[in-house]
């Protein structure tokens, strides 16, 4: 049973540019939370997802970052004209129960916006 | 209300020795408090987890202590190896929700 699997797990891009990072759950998963991380800090909520429907996006700027996770497919969240301040490790987690505590993450994206 | 404070923010011990992390909360309504421990390069990993319901649980090496009158709670590694250098980082989260709050983590290096 694989589990939780992003990619790329590195990503460069230039400012003003758009970043797309995937996220496909464990199977039998069908909830998708993302989480932020910048050096040297903790992990922050940005957006729980279930299969078509977000259910939480408050952790989530308002403006340039949107999140999805169709009924076929990975999850994606999606960062448009990205600022250097986007540069961080972004984590995806999946849990099989709706609310469940316990979420199983992925090994991460790394954004660096040059 | 929404934090969880941990510390210390780094800790050295030498092999053998117990290294105690540290974590406190306010928000009462949390009731399930993980434990994740994150190699360089990795994602968080699920180390071990209590509910307010117990005062203590241990698994292996790794011991978390829970104290619901102080909302603090703390986790102990024993016996500590050179292979337990890593981030750890204490949560918090309501069962039925969606959020879960991280702590800003602990950076141990244990010494061989």
């Known amino acids: 049973n694989a589990g939780v699997m992003q990619n790329p797990r590195h990503l460069v891009r230039r400012r003003g540019q758009e970043a797309r990072l995937r996220c496909s759950p464990m199977?039998?998963?069908?909830?998708v939370y993302w989480y932020r991380q910048l050096p040297e800090e903790g992990l922050k909520f940005m957006v729980y997802?279930?299969?078509?429907?977000?259910?939480?996006e408050s952790g989530m700027p308002k403006e340039r970052f949107s999140a999805e996770f169709p009924k076929e497919g990975p999850s994606i969240l999606r960062i448009q004209q990205v600022v250097r301040g986007d540069s961080a490790a972004y984590f995806c987690?999946?849990?099989?129960?709706?609310?469940?505590?316990?979420?199983?993450f992925g090994p991460g994206t790394r954004l660096t916006v040059l | 209300q929404q934090q969880v404070k941990q510390s210390p923010q780094s800790l050295i011990v030498q092999k053998g020795g117990i290294p105690i992390i540290n974590c406190a909360y306010e928000n009462t309504a949390f009731d399930y408090f993980p434990w994740y421990q994150q190699f360089p390069g990795k994602g968080p990993a699920l180390l071990i987890a209590i509910r307010p319901d117990v005062s203590e649980k241990k698994e292996g090496r790794f011991t978390i202590s829970f104290n619901k009158s102080a909302k603090q709670f703390s986790l102990h590694i024993m016996d500590s190896q050179p292979g337990d250098s890593a981030t750890y980082f204490c949560a918090a989260s309501v069962t039925g929700g969606f959020k879960t709050i991280f702590g800003a983590g602990t950076r141990l290096f244990v010494k061989a």
């Open positions: 997802l279930q299969k078509e429907n977000i259910i939480d």
């Open positions: 987690a999946s849990s099989p129960l709706l609310g469940d505590n316990e979420q199983f």
């Open positions: 199977k039998g998963h069908s909830h």
